[in-house]
């Protein structure tokens, strides 16, 4: 969709804004030390486990498995960690498009507390497991088409991630109820969400993913707050 497109490359456009630039430093580092600490902590795993069972080797044995199983894992779960790291960084993000593309909605907006953050983090972690679990089972099924499985997960992480950024910045204008009723069309977010997931799959591209997204996630909410607000305002008039 037109909307989307242009909500990206607004995006794009705002990569070398400083604000921009820090947050994008802090959630690479972050999750690299994530993923560092996770590979650490499965070759001290491994190599408890091969003295166990008395095999020789274990260290380098172990050591070479745990630098296997992390790559394949960053690649499974860099979309869950990257995007549970950006939470507690997405209000900058947030700010930084609204101050210079929404200046008079950034003099309405409210920051989060820390444990707001860290709630929507974990709902987010949360659902995305549960909904990928759901989603397993069809993508066994499909996978003899050699492109079903796949496809399963695209649309299925396209839906979470595309609720998960357009989340970002409705949450900061709006209290109560009206947090579960985003404005953003079905349509906007599922294809934020393609195209965002689309982009984790490419290897050092995807570190700049979450960024895009939630850059991208704050510009659709923004242009659907302003249609709501025309709606209003025209069935006021009438």
Not at 86 to 102: N, R, S, T, W
Request: net charge positive; proline share 3%.
């Amino acid at each position: 969709m037109k909307a989307v497109l242009i909500s990206l490359g607004r995006a794009i456009g705002q990569l070398a804004d400083r604000a921009v630039l820090g947050v994008l430093a802090k959630t690479v580092l972050v999750t690299l030390l994530v993923f560092a600490a996770m590979g650490v902590g499965l070759w001290a795993a491994l190599v408890a486990g091969f003295e166990a069972a008395g095999l020789s080797g274990g260290g380098f044995a172990s050591a070479t498995a745990a630098v296997l199983i992390a790559a394949v894992a960053a690649w499974l779960l860099f979309r869950v960690v990257a995007l549970a790291v950006l939470q507690f960084f997405a209000d900058e993000i947030v700010a930084a498009v609204e101050v210079k593309h929404y200046p008079a909605r950034a003099r309405q907006a409210r920051s989060l507390p820390f444990r707001r953050d860290l709630a929507n983090a974990l709902r987010g972690i949360g659902r995305t497991v549960a909904v990928n679990a759901l989603a397993l089972p069809v993508a066994l099924v499909l996978l003899v088409t050699g492109v079903g499985a796949a496809l399963v997960f695209l649309s299925v992480n396209a839906w979470l991630l595309g609720r998960e950024l357009t989340d970002m910045a409705w949450l900061r204008h709006c209290e109560g109820e009206a947090a579960a009723k985003s404005p953003v069309p079905r349509a906007e977010r599922l294809m934020l969400g393609g195209v965002v997931t689309a982009i984790m799959l490419v290897p050092f591209v995807n570190l700049l993913a979450p960024i895009l997204g939630a850059a991208a996630g704050t510009h659709l909410a923004h242009d659907a707050m302003t249609r709501q607000d025309e709606r209003e305002k025209g069935d006021w008039l009438a």
